[in-house]
């Protein structure tokens, strides 16, 4: 027997904590400490690198604001991060001249613009209302500029297969509608996730044997990969934004409160199969970081769903409860921050099923 359905002033009350709660909800306490780390990895990279020096420097007299912009661009993270791999890991991530060159373009236009580098050298459209952050949509099949091919390469490499398209003026006007429907369901739920997204890249893997409707992976901060086949209506794409922000989210939530003890990797993980999967293979056998997204994304999803009057609703919070249940003989992988993360949803979910 599914749950029944819950009051209302619950909903708002996970809604309220999920969106907007310390340290996991709040995307300004989020991105201010992202913002206070990747300062300082550009201040290492800074070390060896003119453009990296300039840059930090820019950023010393602009405001919070400025510099949420400046590190909420995919591109922008990735560089610093690879340039940080190539000084303690001697990791031939990026080559001097390219990291030089973007960095250099980052203090120029975005610190000088607010906008985010790649606004200002690819071809990218925004879509959903402009009086939050912009989300954007890539549409640039022949990038002209070194920020732009990097941020296709990067894509690429980290996709094998992969093949980019550009989407159509009816592709971005259903990702136009998601976002203003998933803001009208769960207006301060969707800010708080698709803040961690900056940007959505559409394409399929060639050959066909690797079908999927949308993904994220790591060492792509803020981009979300769709397929096609995600361009089923304006509500599937309303929670399939939200679904994958909260993975964005996730993966902000662990750099910022690493939840995970030193040398945790997911191919080593313990691995849990979910009931729903058990009789599908290919489908269960995850990860414990895995578990975890998983918990959080459908607990999200359990308060979107009821305030769109889904019956799924209950399907999410049932299976929110079944992580968590199944996550607590793992908690020695956890870090103190972790626990607490855990700890938060399984508070949310008895506050959900307080009736």
């Known amino acids: 027997m599914l749950p029944t359905p819950i009051g209302m002033t619950n909903v708002s009350a996970v809604e309220s904590r999920l969106a907007n709660g310390v340290p996991f909800g709040s995307y300004q306490h989020i991105s201010s400490n992202l913002s206070a780390i990747y300062a300082e990895l550009l201040a290492l990279v800074a070390t060896r690198s003119s453009a990296a020096a300039k840059l930090l420097q820019e950023l ?16 922008v993270r990735r560089t610093i991060e690879d340039g940080v791999c190539g000084i303690v890991q001697g990791a031939d991530a990026i080559d001097s001249t390219t990291l030089d060159k973007l960095l250099l373009a980052t203090a120029e236009k975005s610190v000088t613009t607010r906008r985010p580098l790649l606004n200002e050298t690819a071809d990218i459209i925004p879509f959903g209302p402009q009086d939050h952050f912009s989300w954007h949509a890539w549409t640039d099949d022949h990038p002209a500029t070194p920020a732009g091919r990097r941020f296709q390469q990067e894509v690429l490499k980290r996709l094998p297969g992969f093949r980019i398209e550009v989407p159509s003026a009816d592709q ?19 800010r708080s996730a698709m803040s961690h997204a900056f940007m959505v890249v559409v394409g399929e893997f060639t050959g066909g044997e690797h079908h999927f409707k949308a993904l994220t992976t790591p060492g792509l901060p803020g981009v979300i990969i769709l397929s096609p086949n995600a361009f089923s209506g304006a509500f599937d794409m309303a929670e399939t934004l939200l679904h994958e922000s909260l993975h964005l989210k996730f993966l902000d939530i662990d750099y910022v409160s690493p939840l995970f003890t030193p040398g945790f990797r997911s191919a080593g993980s313990p691995r849990v199969t979910p009931v729903w999967h058990q009789d599908r293979p290919g489908y269960g056998n995850w990860p414990i970081d895995r578990v975890l997204t998983s918990m ?27 992580l968590f249940e199944n996550v607590q003989c793992h908690l020695g992988l956890l870090t103190p921050a972790g626990r607490e993360f855990v700890a938060s949803i399984g508070e949310m979910l008895a506050v959900l099923s307080d009736r």
């Open 296 to 322: 959080h994304v459908y607990l999200t999803l359990a308060v979107f769903l009821e305030n769109a009057g889904s019956e799924r609703a209950a399907q999410c919070r049932t299976r929110s409860a079944w």
């Open 172 to 190: 971005i006007g259903m990702l136009d509608e998601g976002a203003r429907l998933g803001l009208r369901i769960v207006p301060d739920l969707v």
């Open 60 to 75: 010393e007299h602009v405001d919070h604001g400025c510099r949420e912009v400046v590190f909420r661009d995919s591109l």
